[in-house]
Nanobody, 116 residues
Framework: VQLQASGGGLVQAGGSLRLSCAVS??????????VAWHRQAPGKQRELVAA???????NYADSVKGRFTISRDNAKNTAYLQMNSLKPEDTAVYYC?????????WGQGTLVTVSS
């Protein structure tokens, strides 16, 4: 199983970005259960940003509620994080995590920088 995160970059405060997490599974029948986005800012611990279940139920960190939206396309094995109204404090490396069968896998991270 491999996770490929993409979509990070530099954006001004108030702007938007959409992150993608493509999950590659070698066995077609293995299902991807939950997918989550985490972030880690410099000098801070990694924190959960948003998660979505296989059925589409989503939950969010309080700091991003109303601004970020997590979604998934099961046919493409891809999850997304739409980030709107970005703030400088959203600056971090964003990581996706996927639960495949009973194992959790992590992507390599994508850097999001929000300038003031």
């Amino acid at each position: 199983v491999q996770l490929q995160a993409s979509g990070g970059g530099l954006v001004q405060a108030g702007g938007s970005l959409r992150l993608s997490c493509a999950v590659s599974v070698s066995i077609f029948s293995i299902s991807i259960r939950s997918v989550a986005w985490h972030r880690q800012a410099p000098g801070k611990q990694r924190e959960l940003v948003a998660a979505i279940s296989s059925g589409g139920s989503a939950n969010y960190a309080d700091s991003v509620k109303g601004r970020f939206t997590i979604s998934r396309d099961n046919a493409k094995n891809t999850a997304y994080l739409q980030m709107n109204s970005l703030k400088p404090e959203d600056t971090a490396v964003y990581y996706c995590e996927a639960q495949v069968a009973t194992t959790n896998y992590w992507g390599q991270g994508t850097l999001v920088t929000v300038s003031s």
